[in-house]
T-cell receptor, first 115, second 107 residues
């Protein structure tokens, strides 16, 4: 079945540093990937839509200069959290839609802790 | 605007049946998803409805009424492993999630 791989699964970083999260579609090509953030006991909030070969589309209230998205190939999208602060600590999840499936497949998520 | 409503929490007994409702008001509609999410894990796909009616898949069924902006997920023969959050999501040009329903199963 279609698999989306996300790395790293957990990361702890110091305030002010940057963290890069990778999302790969392993057995299909994804021109579009989605990045979500989920705070404890809350649902997934869409942050941005990552488009291969073009700029990402950010949701209202999401700072594009803080959350840098690069979708350089049909199988890889990256989210970089720049100048991280403790309030950026969250569960970040990517997803993509395999061409043959109805459902969107999610990566395993990245738990970011900023200290 | 986009609005997706579902109950925050529900409790049911092992072996019983539970129905989780979802109502939505969105600018566009290209289908409704149900996902299951265990604590600390990524969501997993359960069902997809784009036409009115009932879709049955094993112990899980999902219903959609587009005219009413309403869907439900029906879980039969509940098992302890069904304790999880259930997310209703509507697809327009992107997928928007409801806040999720935390389902507690009692032995």
């Amino acid at each position: 079945g279609a698999v989306v791989s996300q790395h790293p699964s957990r990361v702890i970083c110091k305030s002010g540093t940057s963290v890069k999260i990778e999302c790969r579609s392993l057995d299909f090509q994804a021109t579009t990937m989605f990045w979500y953030r989920q705070f404890p006991k809350q649902s997934l909030m869409l942050m941005a839509t990552s488009n291969e070969g073009s700029k990402a589309t950010y949701e209202q209230g999401v700072e594009k200069d803080k959350f840098l998205i690069n979708h350089a190939s049909l199988t890889l999208s990256t989210l970089t959290v720049t100048s991280a602060h403790p309030e950026d600590s969250s569960f970040y999840i990517c997803s993509a839609k395999p061409p043959s499936n109805y459902g969107y497949t999610f990566g395993s998520g990245t738990r970011l802790t900023v200290v | 605007g986009q609005n997706i409503d579902q109950p925050t929490e529900m409790t049911a007994t092992e072996g019983a049946i539970v129905q989780i409702n979802c109502t939505y008001q969105t600018s566009g509609f290209n289908g409704l998803f149900w996902y299951q999410q265990h604590a600390g894990e990524a969501p997993t796909f359960l069902s997809y409805n784009v036409l009115d009616g009932l879709e049955e898949k094993g112990r899980f069924s999902s219903f959609l009424s587009r005219s009413k902006g309403y869907s439900y997920l029906l879980l039969k023969e509940l098992q302890m492993k069904d304790s999880a959050s259930y997310l209703c999501a509507v697809r327009d040009d992107k997928i928007i999630f409801g806040k999720g329903t935390r389902l507690h199963i009692l032995p």
